[in-house]
T-cell receptor, first 113, second 114 residues
Framework: DQQVKQNSPSLSVQEGRISILNCDYT??????FLWYKKYPAEGPTFLIS?????DKNEDGRFTVFLNKSAKHLSLHIVPSQPGDSAVYFCAAKQRGSQGNLIFGKGTKLSVKP | DSGVTQTPKHLITATGQRVTLRCSPR?????VYWYQQSLDQGLQFLIQYYNGEERAKGNILERFSAQQFPDLHSELNLSSLELGDSALYFC?????????????FGPGTRLTVL
């Protein structure tokens, strides 16, 4: 039973436009959400996070939105750049856990010049 | 470069064999997490150590075990290997055990079981 779902395996966006990556979750005990970016042959790299008590967190070109009632979060990248092409993983931490993360299967973003 | 090193990068072995994957955390990080990424799957948490002690267990098979040594490096031992154990194995380190922002991932070990 997948607790974190990324329903779009891939997304293609034109350079300069907005990329929106979506993530749904089922566990109401999640209290922290993160996005990781992964290039081929490298480990995941932390990108941005949001606490469950917030609905938005922004860091430069990256903004994460959390809709708790819908159990949905999204990552917005504006403007998208070719270097953003990577696999993006949504992850969640359960309240009371030791910090181990539950990951979605990832969305492969391709930003075309 | 995250500062987390994993060896070997690639490992090819046969069913029934045993292998050991090694992880050196970032300098000063006390916590080590192990994750498995199978084909078309997200990363699945296996086990966590903090300062030498096991702190959390996820979907880790009984055939798998891990430990963290006094110098804080960690080893993941996989035994009686099956074809389905073929995957990417990542370790991540963090300075404290419950702040997920600060998990830094290594480049992974790709295990192929033939």
């Amino acid at each position: 039973d997948q607790q974190v779902k990324q329903n779009s395996p891939s997304l293609s966006v034109q350079e300069g436009r907005i990329s929106i990556l979506n993530c749904d979750y089922t566990n109401s005990m999640f209290d922290y959400f993160l996005w990781y970016k992964k290039y081929p042959a490298e480990g995941p790299t932390f990108l941005i996070s949001i606490s469950s008590i917030k609905d938005k967190n922004e860091d430069g070109r990256f903004t994460v939105f959390l809709n708790k009632s819908a159990k949905h979060l999204s990552l917005h990248i504006v403007p998208s750049q070719p270097g953003d092409s990577a696999v993006y993983f949504c992850a969640a931490k359960q309240r009371g856990s030791q910090g181990n993360l539950i990951f979605g299967k990832g969305t492969k973003l391709s930003v075309k010049p | 470069d995250s500062g987390v090193t994993q060896t070997p990068k690639h490992l090819i072995t046969a069913t029934g064999q045993r292998v050991t994957l090694r992880c050196s955390p970032r300098s000063g990080d006390l916590s080590v997490y192990w994750y498995q990424q199978s084909l078309d799957q997200g990363l699945q948490f296996l086990i966590q150590y903090y300062n030498g002690e096991e702190r959390a267990k996820g979907n880790i098979l009984e055939r798998f075990s891990a430990q963290q040594f006094p110098d804080l490096h960690s080893e993941l031992n996989l035994s009686s290997l099956e074809l389905g154990d073929s995957a990417l194995y990542f370790c991540a380190s963090a300075p404290v055990q419950d702040f997920p922002d600060t998990q830094y991932f290594g480049p992974g070990t790709r295990l192929t079981v033939l």
